[in-house]
């Protein structure tokens, strides 16, 4: 009868090598998040690049910068409304450009006469009207564009621009978030992939709330792991 | 239809309509001027793509403002 013991000895993994090994990679210095940065965008030439409809991109190029911005703090998730939230305003909008000359075709269709209103007058009022409906998708645009949510490797920055006469910019450190979690709920949610995260800060703190953003699971997945370096960071 | 063109073509009426889309102008350009404005703090606040899109965005802003004060031009010279 063959010793199955004393052959399998030979090529079984050692193991207080595997257990030394694992305590070297344990005593291991984190990387640093510059370092990971940067191995990202080697990893994929497209990764970190923003267009202009981006809604979430992670460790954006350096051509992203905000307010207060610390030299060596870097962006590593940049958040937006997930473009879907914008046809609340581009099917309106839409339809309202070809109603002028629908009532013009309305009114030729019934014959009724329009010399009535004078020329002059006429053509200053399709201005009037094509000039509030391009004021309407400009600022609809710009509240989308400039409702940022920016994570960085220090701090949370929350860009509110709600209307033209309304800005609102709040930060909160990482030390001071206690929890994050994301909530999807209707069918355009579902379809379209997007929710609202929300970051629960420590005790008289508001709490803070990226809204619809797009994957947010990923987003939530990202901004926990970075809490969690910090974390790790600070012990 | 006919005293309808008579009361819409009547100076008067004309006039008022003059006055009150001139104001109307006025109050939009005001408007205007706030975007911009507000535009110019926003890029400020948030610099996007190297001031590429923020800069774009200034432009329009502007872009928007000069054709809605030549509407007010001219609804007070033409019409």
Redesign the interface.
């Known amino acids: 009868m063959p010793d199955i013991f004393v052959k399998k000895d030979k090529k079984e993994p050692d193991k207080e090598s595997a257990e030394s090994e694992a305590r070297a990679e344990h005593m291991k210095p984190e990387q640093p998040q510059q370092t990971q940065a940067a191995e990202h965008k080697a990893d994929d030439p497209d990764h970190g690049k923003?267009g202009?409809f981006t809604a979430l991109c992670e460790y954006p190029r350096?051509?992203?910068?905000?307010?207060n911005q610390g030299s060596e703090e870097e962006i590593i998730l940049f958040l937006r409304q997930h473009f879907a939230t914008n046809l609340s305003w581009i099917i309106p909008s839409f339809i309202a450009i070809f109603i002028p000359p629908l009532i013009w075709l309305l009114f030729a269709v019934l014959t009724i006469?329009f010399?009535?209103?004078?020329a002059?007058?006429l053509t200053?009022?399709i201005?009037?009207y094509y000039?509030?409906l391009?004021?309407y998708i400009?600022?609809s645009f710009?509240y989308w564009?400039?409702n940022?949510g920016i994570v960085t490797q220090k701090r949370m920055v929350d860009?509110d621009?709600s209307n033209?006469?309304h800005?609102n910019?709040a930060s909160v450190q990482l030390s001071e978030v206690v929890d994050t979690e994301f909530t999807q709920k209707g069918l355009f949610q579902s379809i379209f992939n997007y929710g609202d995260i929300l970051i629960q800060t420590e005790g008289i703190k508001p709490n803070f709330d990226f809204r619809a953003s797009p994957k947010p699971a990923h987003a939530t997945d990202i901004i926990h792991g970075v809490l969690v370096k910090n974390r790790n960071g600070r012990k | 239809?006919l005293e309808?063109?008579n009361i819409?073509?009547s100076n008067t009426l004309?006039l008022t309509?003059?006055i009150l889309?001139a104001a109307?102008?006025l109050v939009?350009f005001i408007?205007?001027v706030?975007?911009v404005s507000?535009?110019k703090?926003?890029n400020?606040?948030?610099?996007?793509?190297?001031n590429k899109?923020s800069s774009l965005?200034f432009t329009?802003?502007i872009l928007?403002s000069v054709?809605?004060f030549f509407?007010f031009i001219?609804?007070l010279v033409?019409?």
């Open positions: 923003m202009f350096d051509n992203i910068k905000f307010v006469d010399i009535a209103v004078p002059g007058i200053v009022i201005l009037f000039l509030i391009i004021g400009f600022t710009l564009f400039f940022i860009i621009y033209i006469l800005k910019i | 239809m309808l063109n819409l073509n004309n309509i003059k889309l109307l102008a939009f408007f205007t706030i975007i507000r535009v703090i926003l400020h606040s948030v610099q996007i793509y190297a899109a965005l329009f802003a928007y054709a809605v509407l001219i609804i033409i019409v």
